[in-house]
């Protein structure tokens, strides 16, 4: 069976989504039968690769909240990725371009090496102080420890070209199916769980698209929280 998941580094319940899914994946009586798959989604597609803000500068420009509430958001999503075991850095991290990710998730996947890059640059984005944005020996320095050449790195980081158009393909691919926001994950193009939904949620989707095949189908009755053109959704405090 093959799972794929479209999502962005820049996204954090992508990052929380991620480590739902894999506690659900790990506890699947089949999971060595399921192929996992990381497709591209940008949160802010068309940024310049120099245009780099502070996330809660982002946030207050962007989406129109106070300093507060953005400040309140970034407390709750840690507390969030807290709960599934995840370091999260609430200040001082940066927004930016994902672009050359995507690009080198791309060359990561012919290597078989895109969960350890994926999960490297989550870790370096959401926990780490060091940023990852418009610095390509970080970059390098991810994908080298995740497996892949440096030389080969370097290579397709020079030529923006390059992955381009697959990162556009998985773009336009999870449009058509109806997407708006991410994580967004598709199980063997039967079954559609969309947000970082619960591991339990995760759970009964693994276990319907077992050795199915048919159209999509969302299998929640509610939205979960996810990230899209109009931000991330964050859980109050109750």
């Known amino acids: 069976m093959r799972v794929e998941i479209w999502?962005?580094?820049?996204?954090?319940?992508?990052?929380?989504?991620k480590a739902r899914f894999e506690k659900a994946l790990r506890a699947f009586p089949h999971?060595?039968?399921?192929?996992?798959?990381?497709?591209?989604?940008?949160?802010?597609?068309?940024?310049?690769?120099?245009?780099?803000?502070?996330?809660?500068?982002m946030l207050t420009r962007k989406y129109g909240m106070s300093a507060a509430q953005a400040e309140a958001g970034e407390d709750n999503l840690g507390a969030q990725a807290a709960a599934e075991g995840l370091d999260y850095r609430t200040r001082g991290r940066d927004h930016g371009s994902t672009f050359d990710m995507h690009r080198l998730l791309?060359?990561?996947?012919?290597?078989?090496r895109q969960d350890e890059l994926l999960g490297l640059l989550y870790r370096a984005?959401?926990?780490?102080?060091?940023?990852?944005?418009?610095?390509?020996?970080?970059?390098?320095?991810?994908?080298?420890?995740?497996?892949?050449?440096?030389?080969?790195?370097?290579?397709?980081?020079?030529?923006?070209?390059a992955y381009a158009d697959a990162v556009r393909?998985?773009?336009?691919?999870?449009?058509?199916?109806?997407?708006?926001?991410?994580?967004?994950?598709?199980?063997?193009?039967?079954?559609?769980?969309?947000?970082?939904?619960?591991?339990?949620?995760?759970?009964?989707?693994?276990?319907?698209?077992?050795?199915?095949r048919g159209p999509l189908t969302l299998v929640q009755d509610e939205a979960a929280d996810a990230c899209g053109p109009d931000g991330c959704a964050v859980p109050q405090q109750q």
């Open 7 to 17: 999502s962005d580094i820049a996204c954090p319940w992508c990052y929380v989504g």
């Open 31 to 57: 999971r060595d039968g399921v192929e996992v798959v990381h497709r591209s989604f940008e949160l802010d597609p068309g940024r310049a690769k120099d245009d780099i803000q502070p996330v809660i500068t």
């Open 106 to 112: 791309h060359l990561a996947k012919e290597q078989g």
């Open 125 to 161: 984005n959401f926990a780490e102080e060091r940023s990852v944005f418009n610095d390509d020996e970080r970059l390098v320095e991810l994908a080298v420890a995740a497996g892949l050449d440096a030389d080969a790195v370097r290579t397709v980081l020079a030529d923006p070209d």
């Open 169 to 212: 393909a998985d773009e336009r691919e999870v449009a058509e199916l109806g997407a708006n926001g991410v994580p967004f994950f598709v199980l063997d193009r039967k079954y559609g769980v969309s947000g970082a939904q619960p591991a339990e949620v995760f759970t009964q989707a693994l276990t319907q698209a077992w050795g199915e």
